[in-house]
């Protein structure tokens, strides 16, 4: 009796055992759907009963494990790993991280303004503001966000040249960053940049690229030749500009300074010439004379030295006076009176002669 008494009692024991563990099974179980712990910069969206009841906020949250449930969302996420590659993968979560992220769009090709056709390859820096928008706005997110990114950017390099577009990084975020907030704000997602990763033109392009950098290359060496050849020129024509000025100059103080000689060559001669007038008014008024028959005996002079001729020419020389020239005579026979002895009517000339330049007086006979 007391064999099954104890074995009772055991038996009691172990069901009780199992039900105080049943029930703290269900209690963890209930806690752990119930409670929430939603961390900064994350959201998650609550339905009950298939509708949409809230979104909790960053911190410690309560829920009706039985009535509510967490919405998953769906979305491909794009990283750049260890090894710096662009890498993409897919997730199923019921926590969205409402943290900036990189979206990364399948390289696509477009045509620029000129018909360059360019392989591009672009980023784009982007963040969840609104989870229940991203959750409800539309079917497929990364779907969406993709398609309409890149009919902008083939739109936007279809109105740039290949030239503009290779620095267009600052036109391409003025551009592209409005208008994807316009579509995206719907979806609750913001872009804050978007960034060209790569530039990839064609084979084609490429070869004609080089010749066109061959061609610039070869035009830029010949301009700047000309260049140096036109700076030669104008360097040599300034030389003689600079040159025939200085000529021109020198010349001109040449002639400046051969005037002023002359000048003063007129101006020292006419001062001997008045110095020697005056010694044969003074040598004159010693005389007893006048100028009036200084000057005709000075004109006799003259005319019989160039009709007879110095004493060094050998011919013999005649001069025929007419008839009546006794007044003649009677002037000539008095010149010694006049003017002294023929040696004394030399040194007057002679002095003359110095004045006017030392020119050399013919001896009379």
Not at 12 to 23: E, Q, R, Y
Not at 167 to 176: F, V, W
Not at 280 to 297: F, H, M, N, P, R
Not at 328 to 343: A, E, H, R
Request: contains cysteine; aromatic residues 8%; proline residues 2%.
């Amino acid at each position: 009796m007391f064999v099954m008494l104890q074995a009772e009692d055991s038996a009691t024991t172990l069901i009780t055992l199992i039900s105080v563990s049943v029930v703290l099974l269900l209690i963890i179980w209930f806690l752990s759907k119930a409670i929430v712990i939603v961390h900064v910069a994350e959201g998650v969206v609550i339905e009950r009963l298939g509708s949409f009841r809230r979104t909790l906020k960053p911190g410690f949250n309560l829920i009706n494990p039985i009535l509510d449930e967490k919405r998953l969302f769906s979305w491909r996420k794009t990283f750049i790993d260890i090894n710096k590659r662009v890498r993409e993968e897919s997730c199923n979560l019921y926590r969205v991280d409402c943290r900036e992220a990189l979206f990364n769009f399948i390289p696509q090709e477009v045509y620029t303004r000129d018909t360059i056709q360019l392989e591009v390859n672009a980023l784009m820096y982007y963040r969840i503001v609104d989870v229940k928008k991203a959750m409800y706005g539309v079917d497929d997110l990364h779907m969406a966000v993709g398609n309409v990114a890149q009919a902008e950017i083939k739109m936007l390099f279809g109105s740039m040249t290949f030239t503009e577009a290779l620095s267009a990084q600052d036109r391409i975020n003025e551009y592209l960053v409005p208008k994807f907030n316009k579509e995206f704000s719907a979806w609750g997602v913001v872009a804050n940049r978007v960034e060209i990763l790569d530039y990839k033109p064609s084979e084609s392009v490429v070869r004609q690229l080089k010749l066109q950098m061959l061609a610039e290359r070869n035009r830029r060496a010949e301009f700047i030749v000309a260049e140096g050849k036109k700076s030669a020129m104008r360097l040599q024509s300034e030389g003689t500009r600079v040159e025939r000025y200085q000529m021109g100059i020198a010349e001109q103080e040449s002639t400046r300074r051969i005037s002023e000689g002359q000048a003063q060559a007129k101006v020292l001669i006419a001062q001997a010439e008045s110095k020697s007038l005056n010694m044969v008014q003074e040598a004159i008024k010693a005389d007893g004379a006048s100028q009036s028959e200084y000057l005709i005996t000075e004109k006799y002079l003259n005319l019989y030295d160039k009709v007879l001729g110095s004493s060094k020419s050998t011919g013999q020389k005649h001069i025929y006076l007419p008839y009546a020239a006794e007044q003649i005579m009677g002037l000539v026979s008095t010149l010694p009176k006049t003017y002294g002895s023929v040696n004394a009517l030399k040194k007057v000339q002679q002095n003359r002669a110095g004045a006017r330049g030392g020119d050399d007086f013919d001896e009379l006979n």
